[in-house]
T-cell receptor, first 113, second 115 residues
Framework: TQLLEQSPQFLSIQEGENLTVYCNSSSVFSSLQWYRQEPGEGPVLLVTVVTGGEVKKLKRLTFQFGDARKDSSLHITAAQPGDTGLYLCAGVAGGTSYGKLTFGQGTILTVHP | ETGVTQTPRHLVMGMTNKKSLKCEQHLGHNAMYWYKQSAKKPLELMFVYNFKEQTENNSVPSRFSPECPNSSHLFLHLHTLQPEDSALYLC??????????????FGDGTRLSIL
């Protein structure tokens, strides 16, 4: 069974601060996806990283996939209250479970004005 | 608007009731999924349907019975549920199951409470 450890579980910061969320596993994934979920809504895909060592930027969000494709990080620069939400990483399996998503526990981010 | 609609949004039922959750996607996708989201636990995959055929049952108790009459509709029939089944049930769809880079599009979920 593939597991994803996401940390921290909770993050409460002031507007303008930077933060990093980590997603770690002992398993190799074919790719990794990051989702954001707001209260009362379903998760919405932010990005998919595919290649080991890949870095993708989405405005103030920077996503990195580890060289060994076992871990990933999400870095937010100058956080804003609109960034508040639940951030989920999801590893995409390879092999016989090809395409199956394994989710981390999530990070609840609160950005205070 | 994600293109995936779930009804009802909230459901309260007793342990002996029978109810069904409905999911409809308007994205032309061929794969549909049921997930369970509980507090303090990761999103759990329950079932996967690819081109109307069930390809994954993640050891889900038989009191949950999925049905996929066509690629656009997915149901989850509920019967004799337990209090620990109270959770947010999310439906998702993707172009097809088994591709590594495809996003899954989620509905807004049904909040289920078992009395």
């Amino acid at each position: 069974t593939q597991l994803l450890e996401q940390s921290p579980q909770f993050l409460s910061i002031q507007e303008g601060e930077n933060l990093t969320v980590y997603c770690n596993s002992s398993s190799v994934f074919s790719s990794l996806q990051w989702y954001r979920q707001e209260p009362g809504e379903g998760p919405v895909l932010l990005v998919t990283v595919v290649t080991g060592g890949e870095v993708k930027k989405l405005k103030r969000l920077t996503f990195q996939f580890g060289d060994a494709r076992k871990d990933s990080s999400l870095h937010i620069t100058a956080a804003q209250p609109g960034d508040t939400g639940l951030y989920l990483c999801a590893g995409v399996a390879g092999g016989t479970s090809y395409g199956k998503l394994t989710f981390g526990q999530g990070t609840i981010l609160t950005v205070h004005p | 608007e994600t293109g995936v609609t779930q009804t009802p949004r909230h459901l309260v039922m007793g342990m002996t009731n029978k109810k069904s959750l409905k999911c409809e996607q308007h994205l032309g996708h061929n794969a549909m999924y049921w997930y369970k989201q509980s507090a303090k636990k990761p999103l759990e995959l329950m079932f996967v349907y690819n081109f109307k055929e069930q390809t994954e049952n993640n050891s889900v108790p038989s009191r949950f019975s999925p049905e996929c009459p066509n690629s656009s509709h997915l149901f989850l029939h509920l019967h004799t549920l337990q209090p620990e089944d109270s959770a947010l049930y999310l439906c998702a769809s993707s172009q097809w199951a088994g591709a590594s880079n495809q996003p899954q599009h989620f509905g807004d979920g049904t909040r289920l409470s078992i009395l």
